[in-house]
């Protein structure tokens, strides 16, 4: 299963970026889709997720409700984040996963897509 996420870029306090993360490959199932970011030296924070197994349930950090909004696209098989009002302290580098059930004897997987840099200036 591959991941590539696109839409990054620097932006203005205030404005708006959509990134977008497009899946490829074999799977049986896909239980869950979401997005997380990291900076340097810090944890990596899961920031809106799609539970899929759970009848499409979507979850946020506390931390971009109400400015975040996670969507996907079955027949494109793409996952997006629109991020509106964005502010400086979002500036991270932004990756798209996957909860994958490949065969049922795997058991389901953590898949993590490349980065992609969201700089918002002050």
């Known amino acids: 299963v591959q991941l590539q996420a696109s839409g990054g870029g620097l932006v203005q306090a205030g404005g708006s970026l959509r990134l977008s993360c497009a899946a490829s490959g074999s799977y049986l199932r896909v239980n869950a889709v979401g997005w997380g970011r990291q900076a340097p030296g810090k944890q990596r924070e899961l920031v809106a997720v799609i539970s899929i197994a759970s009848g499409g349930t979507i979850t946020y950090a506390d931390s971009v409700k109400g400015r975040f909004t996670i969507s996907r696209d079955n027949a494109k098989n793409t996952v997006y984040l629109q991020m509106n009002s964005l502010k400086p302290e979002d500036t991270d580098v932004y990756y798209c996963?996957?909860?994958?059930?490949?065969?049922?004897?795997?058991?389901?997987?953590?898949?993590w897509g490349q980065g992609t840099q969201v700089t918002v200036s002050s």
């Open positions: 996963y996957a909860v994958v059930l490949r065969n049922a004897v795997r058991g389901p997987e953590i898949f």
